[in-house]
């Protein structure tokens, strides 16, 4: 009995070994795993944090061509109203040429009236010269024939 005894014991010993080997085993592989879920736990983090980085650097891309959109459209605007001032100046000054054009037009036919006046009252001071002079002629002659009327009365 004390054979069957030990030899109980001893059977007990290596099915408690056994277990205990078992369940070390079975922790071990709990803990592989529990190791491998938390690498896997922070790849996914990490593939998160990259993705929600990515999307980030994503839409700051797109806001900055957004924005360059913005920008490259407002300076046609400001080029477009600077082209019709420009448009606007170009009218109002040919505007003002034309109307220098026709006024120095009036001051050259002015001119010409002015000089064709001229020439009128300088014709018209040679005739009133000629007729001064053949009245100062008549004059004289009227003179000299009262004279000699005179003289032909005495004699």
């Known amino acids: 009995m004390l054979a069957q005894l030990e030899e109980e014991k ?7 070994q056994k277990r205990r080997k078992e369940l070390d085993q079975r922790l071990e592989r ?5 190791d491998e879920l938390e690498i896997m736990k922070l790849k996914l983090q990490r593939e998160s944090e990259q993705s929600k980085a990515g999307a980030v650097v994503s839409s700051m891309a797109t806001a900055t061509k957004v924005q360059n959109s913005i920008q490259k459209h407002w300076e046609l605007i400001q080029k477009n109203i600077e082209k019709k001032r420009i448009e606007e100046w170009n009218g109002e000054v040919t505007d003002e040429k034309q109307h220098i054009v026709d006024q120095a037009k009036n001051i050259t036919k ?16 040679k005739r009133i ?5 053949m009245k100062k002629k008549q004059r004289h002659l009227e003179q000299e024939e009262v004279s000699i009327i005179k003289e ?4």
């Open 10 to 16: 001893h059977a007990f010993k290596r099915e408690v």
């Open 30 to 34: 709990i803990h592989r795993k529990r």
């Open 110 to 125: 002015r001119r010409e009236d002015v000089g064709n006046i001229k020439i009128g009252i300088k014709r018209q001071k």
């Open 129 to 133: 010269c000629a007729l001064k002079s």
């Open 152 to 155: 032909r009365r005495k004699s």
